[in-house]
């Protein structure tokens, strides 16, 4: 539970981090908690790496608010339009007075994640939080002060309601029921109710109360949580939250785009299962029509009809993202999962999806010039596009492995690297594709040519092969090295640099005959390496690591970021034109300069010139792009 919890639409950024989100929009940090005043319009979502955001019309344009916290926040507890408090990790409490403008952080004295935090609905002074290893505080200032409360339990408590100040449940994992009669003064277990971890509760009347969990786990109580029911839920779906209206209208959403809806009190639930099942961390409802859910990789949704069906509130699609690539300062194309393509002209600020002509996960993507691009990807699959990515088309070929990387030259000769060391050369624009020996099984995850003779490929177990020949002979290099290569790159003919797991980055001087490991000061696993120039080098990695270095990987600055998701992938062409991506679709633009270093802008043909995007996205040329269906506002009367 703890890895789940923890880690026009306005671009979400920080902007003493210097980065901007281009996809999704408005960002793509987790959201772990929803809420709206009682307008139904105005509402706040909170999350990952301190993200908050506000809605004045439902949810269908957002910003962010500055929430002065770094960290994950996890709840949020709307008293009206004006005051609200946030929980989130290591103790965080953030109080505001006028409705998020400015935030206050509150001393709790506590370290412990704080996963819940609710209020006395009838008494706004009184509140409680609740986190790791039995964690419960309590406030009767509104939220300003906080002690603690003895719950005598180590079970991690995820979540907390009360139905007046005196009387409240928590629950947590290993099955934890806690219930009090007297604000919290005295909390009771009541074990053998349940196993799994319970994730959410929430009174439905002064008596009643619903609790969800893992495994499609249900239970009910009729008075107050001395005794407990089970309740057949039809799903064994992860349940993370729990949303009731009155006594009888509630919901539940959790993993794999769940949501479950009841209309008699919870004695029967009905499953809908959201497109691209996206894993819904929270759930709340206005009235018996109007409800909002939230979760993975920043996804919004909303419902008109309770429940029945639901409208994605946020931009973009969330697959993950395996390589970015930009021709000039302004063109641009990423590919990930399920055949996804997507490409900007406006330098990210925005991004379009192409249609794809298949569903496998596409790897690495590269342009030789402003007409001829080549994708590969799993299975075999090897795409090519010669008018610039607008269209692509699938080459039947006798490619049967994974393909990571890919590699070309001039217009006719390119080379494929893939699973057990696989390597495919054409050399008449992939009309025909022939295996080169390699005499290795390793795989393969990326290759760089130099010149129609000197090319490097590395890979898994340490693997960096060479070639001088154009990939007839291909030479292993000998570093002793075991640890899994990632991503290659070469500023010139003779300097490179490689990323690999655990932080490994090396360079070579002399067009890869030799390698020198480079400290990194990271110990997480670099997936891609992008440079300027010679000197000018950025690498990305595990939990959102951007790391950066301007003497040649002598020494490197951590940057800070605004995201915990891996990065995969990074495009660099000096200054702040820096583009990197990752898992959920991420994407992320430098706002600000890295280094003074620029690279020349590439003529461009009619068809690719112009700022504003020109082409349209796929699915306004009645392309599928399996998304959910974007919700759109109500027309006016």
């Known amino acids: 539970m703890l890895s789940l919890l923890i880690p026009s639409i306005s671009h979400a950024q920080d902007p003493f981090k210097g980065w901007q989100w281009q996809n999704p929009l408005p960002q793509g940090n987790s959201i772990n908690a929803i809420k709206f005043a009682p307008d139904k319009r105005r509402g706040w979502a909170v999350g990952g790496d301190g993200v908050v955001l506000v809605t004045n019309d439902g949810g269908f344009d957002w910003q962010e608010q500055q929430s002065t916290a770094n960290t994950t926040l996890y709840s949020l507890y709307v008293k009206d339009r004006t005051h609200l408090v946030i929980a989130g990790a290591r103790g965080t409490i953030l109080v505001t007075k006028n409705g ?24 706004g002074m009184h509140g409680w939080a609740v986190g790791t290893f039995g964690a419960i505080l309590s406030t009767i200032d509104g939220g300003l002060t906080w002690k603690s409360q003895t719950s005598n339990t180590n079970a991690h408590l995820f979540s907390v309601a009360f139905t007046d100040a005196k009387n409240g449940i928590a629950v947590g994992s290993h099955g934890t029921i806690l219930v009090t009669s007297n604000g919290g003064a005295e909390w009771k277990a009541h074990g053998g109710v349940a196993s799994e971890v ?21 239970l009910q109580t009729d008075d107050a949580g001395e005794t407990w029911q089970s309740i057949p839920s039809l799903v064994t779906t992860d349940l993370y939250s729990v949303a009731f209206i009155d006594d009888l209208h509630g919901w539940a959403a959790g993993e794999s785009g769940v949501v479950l809806t009841t209309g008699d009190g919870g004695h029967i639930w009905l499953p809908v299962n959201v497109r691209t099942s996206p894993r819904l961390a929270t759930v709340y409802f206005a009235d018996e029509s109007v409800g909002w859910a939230a979760g993975a990789d920043g996804l919004v949704l909303r419902t008109d009809d309770g429940g029945l069906s639901w409208r994605r509130l946020t931009q973009g699609g969330r697959d993950d993202l395996a390589n970015i690539f930009f021709l000039d300062n302004t063109h641009g194309w990423a590919v990930g999962e399920h055949g996804r393509i997507l490409f900007t002209n406006s330098g990210g600020k925005h991004w379009t999806v192409r249609p794809s002509p298949t569903n496998a996960t596409l790897n690495a993507i590269t342009f030789l010039d402003e007409h001829s691009g080549w994708i590969v990807g799993d299975k075999g699959t090897i795409l090519h596009s010669v008018n610039g990515g607008v269209t692509w088309t699938s080459l039947k070929t006798p490619v049967s492995e994974s393909l990571f990387g890919v590699s070309f030259i001039n217009e006719k000769k390119g080379w494929a690297v893939g699973s057990r060391g696989a390597v495919w050369y054409t050399e008449d624009e992939g009309a025909t594709w022939k295996f080169q020996q390699t005499n290795t099984l390793s795989w393969l995850e990326d290759v760089k040519f130099i010149d129609e003779l000197h090319g490097v490929a590395i890979g898994s177990g340490g693997t960096i092969l060479k070639t001088e020949d154009g990939g007839q002979n291909w030479k292993r290099v000998d570093r002793n090295l075991r640890e899994w290569l990632y991503a290659l790159a070469f500023a010139d003919a003779k300097r490179g640099y490689i990323v690999g797991a655990r932080g490994i980055i090396l360079r070579t001087d002399d067009g890869g005959e030799t390698w020198k490991d480079l400290e990194s000061g990271v110990t997480s696993n670099l997936f891609g390496i992008a440079t300027a120039n010679r000197t000018d080098v950025l690498a990305v990695g595990d939990q959102g690591k951007i790391i950066y270095s301007k003497d040649a990987g002598q020494t490197w600055e951590l940057q800070e970021s605004i995201t915990s998701s891996s990065l995969f992938s990074i495009a660099y062409r000096g200054g702040n034109n820096v583009w990197v991506a990752g898992r959920g679709g991420a994407i992320l633009r430098r706002v ?8 020349p802008v590439s003529r461009l043909p009619p068809m690719l010139k112009g700022g504003v995007t020109k082409i349209p996205d796929a699915a306004a040329e009645g392309f599928d792009d399996g998304d959910i269906p974007k919700a759109l506002p109500p027309k006016k009367p």
Request: glycine share 8%; aromatic share 10%.
């Open 100 to 123: 998020g403008q400015k935030w206050i952080a509150r001393k709790t004295a506590t370290r412990d994640h704080l996963f819940a935090v609710t209020f006395a609905p009838e008494n």
């Open 592 to 599: 600000e300069p890295i280094a003074t270093v620029t690279l």
């Open 198 to 218: 319970l994730t959410g509760v929430t009174f439905t009347s002064a008596k009643r109360a619903v609790v969800v969990g893992y495994r499609g786990t249900i």
